[in-house]
């Protein structure tokens, strides 16, 4: 079994940052994608960025391109989302996820692994 958990969500000003964290524990998620959703209340949960096991490939939604970085530890079971620039519409739970490719790791569905997820508020 897998395990993901999400750490440094909090409340922000309107152009702050904040750095996300996710580790994976158990069993190993060697070759896997990781990545980042979010869900805005009343909304569904959205694709925001995701890298490849290797880390040389990244993707992201277009309303995060030049503001969120996706990043991967060297150890590989963790996963970093720092968050620059923030706007309210940002506001969410993020999720953490793992998907057997970075294809696969955009799209809810295609996910095998999903954190509980940790709150992020952007104050205007």
């Known amino acids: 079994q897998v395990e993901l958990v999400e750490s440094g969500g909090g409340l922000v000003q309107a152009g702050g940052s904040l750095r996300l964290s996710c580790a994976a524990s158990g069993r190993t998620l060697s070759g896997y994608a990781m990545g980042w959703f979010r869900q805005a209340p009343g909304k569904e949960r959205e694709f925001v960025a995701t890298i490849s096991w290797s880390g040389g490939s990244t993707y992201y939604t277009d309303s995060v391109k030049g503001r969120f970085t996706i990043s991967r530890g060297n150890a590989k079971n963790t996963v970093y989302l720092q968050m620059n620039s923030l706007k309210p519409e940002d506001t969410a739970v993020y999720y953490c996820?793992?998907?057997?490719?970075?294809?696969?790791?955009?799209?809810?569905?295609?996910?095998?692994?999903w954190g509980k997820g940790t709150l992020v508020t952007v104050s205007s």
């Open positions: 996820a793992a998907a057997v490719t970075t294809t696969r790791a955009t799209i809810a569905d295609g996910v095998d692994y």
